[in-house]
């Protein structure tokens, strides 16, 4: 069965500092990852989408990363914002068969404290 | 241009109640896709429709049906609700439907059964 492992589930960090969420998958044949922001009471937001020939993409202070050996990636937050506080989502696709085949991670909600 | 948006935004039923979510796509967006998400499970897909027919299904059972419309609209109706049932339930919209088209969510119905 296809897993996505998120860790850790919850994390508090100050303002201002970085921080890095780690997804692990035994999703394979694999097409894509995407990492996904849900603010509290909002539908998750796409932040990145990284194919298996990329090891990193970036968005603004947002940047993930990918190794695809290893069935491994991280998003890191840089110079983290109160706004930053949500839940981040992994979220990974096979190279085949509709969406029921793509896995959603369970999410790594972070906190940015003042 | 307009995002997804989703209605009822809250709903509360009892036990053996059926209930219909309503949610409208991005305008030119094909594909609407229909998602359950818990706290413990993380999203859980449903189905998928483009063009007006059910392309992907998930593993639920037939109790939860929808359908789409010639205007992309689509409809979710779940019958004889249970207490399992209480969820946020988020639809999301894309071109095509591949997977490498970006789903954009919408603020999700947030489904309580009592």
């Known amino acids: 069965k296809n897993q996505v492992e998120q860790s850790p589930q919850s994390l508090i960090i100050l303002e201002g500092k970085n921080c890095t969420l780690q997804c692990n998958y035994t999703v394979s044949p694999f097409s894509n990852l995407r990492w996904y922001k849900q603010d509290t009471g909002r539908g998750p937001v796409s932040l990145t989408i990284?194919?298996?020939?990329?090891n990193t993409k970036s968005n603004g202070r947002y940047t993930a990363t990918l190794d695809a050996d290893t069935k491994q990636s991280s998003l890191h937050i840089t110079a983290s914002q109160l706004s930053d506080s949500a839940s981040y989502i992994c979220?990974?696709?096979?190279?085949?068969?509709?969406?029921?085949?793509?896995?959603f991670g369970i999410g790594t909600k972070l906190q940015v404290i003042p | 241009k307009a995002g997804v948006t989703q209605t009822p935004r809250y709903l509360i039923k009892t036990r053996g109640q059926q209930v219909t979510l309503s949610c409208s796509p991005i305008?030119?967006?094909?594909?609407v896709s229909w998602y359950q998400q818990t706290p413990g499970q993380g999203l859980q897909f449903l189905f998928e429709?483009?063009?007006?027919?059910?392309?992907n299904k998930g593993n639920f059972p037939g109790r939860f049906s929808g359908r789409q419309f010639s205007n992309s609209r689509s409809e979710m109706n779940v019958s004889t609700l249970e207490l399992g049932d209480s969820a946020l339930y988020l639809c999301?919209?894309?071109?095509?439907?591949?997977?490498?088209?970006?789903?954009?969510f919408g603020p999700g119905t947030r489904l309580t059964v009592l």
């Open positions: 429709y483009f063009s007006e027919t059910q392309r």
């Open positions: 979220v990974v696709s096979p190279n085949s068969g509709g969406y029921q085949k793509v896995t």
């Open positions: 305008s030119g967006h094909r594909s």
């Open positions: 999301a919209s894309s071109l095509a439907g591949t997977f490498t088209d970006t789903q954009y």
């Open positions: 990284m194919t298996f020939s990329e």
